[in-house]
């Protein structure tokens, strides 16, 4: 090789070289430029959520909506806290605005939730973040200049797309009210209002039934003999609440519905569409119910629909409903034996305690009050954060006060009985406590005073009260 040729390629490595090492060093430099980008942007981030929490605990929230804004612009996915605390802030700020820039934080609650759904799909799952949607446009349906249908199709999104997780009380009645609005306003049918009252009855029904199981798990556990724990109480009270604003949303449906479901619309309009869903195991149970329930009993259409639905899809529900076309023929006998079928074939422990108590009342109602009690008992026994029957019960051993006891005395000492049986009512369900504490109240009004118990002179015994009622009571100690 010449020395030229040797010259040449040692410059050329040389400049190899050299490039590589300013290549090295850029790269390099990128990189600390990087990391320190990624260090700030975590810094600030962490800044603006202190602040924002900070704020928020102290119900400054006011202050806390410049950081809050700041962390969910730049690090969405940063901290759970943006979306739960934003919430809280957003509430504040839309509470204490008007017009349009109350508007402003509207909409912007909206797009929060969607941005929550996007970054924590766990924690806001669609049917939530819609039905909070849908209750935002209700709350501000004139400002937003929204439609009741546009309220609506917000609700009927939830339920469509995520059911599981519709689960708003709030939300649910407004639903069924705006169903009922657009059928008095010619955009819907009829036949949707009816079905939207039995899709959304059917959610509540198994709302309360998860709700039941849950809050009897409490009571079980106290009945063992367990303390619950500060945040079990809390728990037990939440689902107890639940309960309560479920039965009284079930009511206001029923109110609202008002005389769209009599059976001057019922039967003509069940008629129409017998012979198309003759077949449809849903549509009979739906239409068989309400004219149950909307006492259309004497029409021949709901005979017919019963045995219908019995022969279609024979269940507990059909065995019922044949048992109550019975007893209005006056076949008592064989409309008893269908209504212990029915019991024996539900297998669901919350269906069948419910359908235990309908059983029980129909008994009571015609004075069987023995075989009543064992319906409540069974009840009872399979849903036992439930106290109505214990009520029930007591209303029958008052009523049946004059009939057991030998003597005047013994026979008003029934109601220290009764009363006993209400106050379990307000020991198993912390709703009923009011109701529970003014029956037993009443009861032992009606029992013997004190002056009497002190003549009669058996303070502290035992009186035994036979008749079907059985069962004895202890005369309360009088100084």
């Known amino acids: 090789m010449t020395d030229g040729l040797k010259n040449e390629n040692i410059t050329n490595i040389n400049n190899y070289n050299r490039m590589k090492t300013r290549i090295t060093v850029i790269i390099a430099a990128l990189l600390m430029a990087t990391n320190f980008s990624f260090a700030q942007q975590n810094e600030n981030c962490m800044l603006n959520l202190t602040l924002m929490n900070d704020y928020v605990k102290n119900k400054k929230y006011d202050e806390a909506y410049e950081p809050f804004m700041k962390v969910r612009k730049e690090c969405p996915k940063f901290n759970l806290a943006i979306y739960k605390y934003g919430e809280k802030i957003l509430d504040h700020k839309i509470d204490n605005a008007s017009g349009a820039e109350k508007k402003a934080f509207v909409e ?64 649910l009645y407004v639903y069924f ?35 039941t199981k849950k809050a009897n798990d409490y009571i079980q556990k106290e009945e063992g003999g367990a303390k619950l ?43 129409k569409q017998y012979e198309e869903k003759q077949n449809d195991a849903v549509w009979l149970k739906r239409a068989v119910s309400r004219m149950y329930n909307k006492e259309c009993t004497d029409d021949p259409l709901y005979i017919e629909l019963v045995k219908k639905y019995d022969e279609v899809d024979p269940s507990a529900d059909t065995k019922y409903f044949v048992s109550t076309v019975l007893r209005d023929q006056g076949k008592i006998k064989e409309a008893d034996d269908y209504v212990r079928q029915s019991f024996e074939l539900q297998t ?15 008994f009571k109602n015609r004075g069987s009050y023995s075989t009543a009690r064992n319906y409540y008992r069974e009840a009872l026994n399979l849903n036992p954060s439930d106290g109505t029957p214990h009520l029930y019960i007591a209303s029958m051993y008052a009523k049946s006060a004059n009939s057991c006891g030998d003597s005047n005395f013994n026979k008003r000492a ?17 709703n009923l406590k009011s109701n529970a504490t003014q029956a037993a109240n009443s009861y032992e009004a009606n029992a013997p005073t004190r002056s009497e118990i002190f003549t009669e002179g058996n303070g502290g015994k035992t009186i035994n009260i036979g008749c079907w009622i059985g069962g004895s009571v202890t005369v309360p100690k009088v100084d």
């Open 229 to 271: 724990s500060s945040k079990d109480e809390r728990y037990k009270k939440y689902y107890f609440d639940k309960l309560e604003a479920n039965d009284k949303i079930s009511g206001s449906l029923d109110s609202y519905l008002g005389q769209l479901a009599n059976c001057e619309n019922l039967i003509p309009l069940y008629k």
């Open 108 to 171: 912007d609650y909206i797009a929060l939730l969607k941005e929550a759904e996007v970054q924590y799909a766990s924690k806001y799952p669609k049917g939530e973040v819609l039905e909070g949607i849908g209750i935002l446009m209700y709350d501000n349906q004139e400002l937003l200049g929204k439609t009741d249908m546009d309220v609506y199709n917000a609700f009927d999104n939830a339920f469509k797309q995520d059911l599981k997780n519709f689960t708003s009380t709030k939300g």
């Open 348 to 362: 669901d422990k919350f269906k069948k305690a419910r359908m235990a108590k309908k059983i029980a009342a129909g």
């Open 414 to 430: 029934v109601f220290w009985y009764a009363a006993q049986e209400a106050r379990k009512a307000g020991q198993v369900d912390p």
């Open 177 to 211: 009210t705006k169903t009922v609005d657009l059928f008095k306003a010619g955009e819907i049918e009829l036949q949707q209002v009816f079905d939207k009252y039995d899709d959304i009855s059917e959610q509540l029904e198994k709302l309360n039934e998860d709700y």
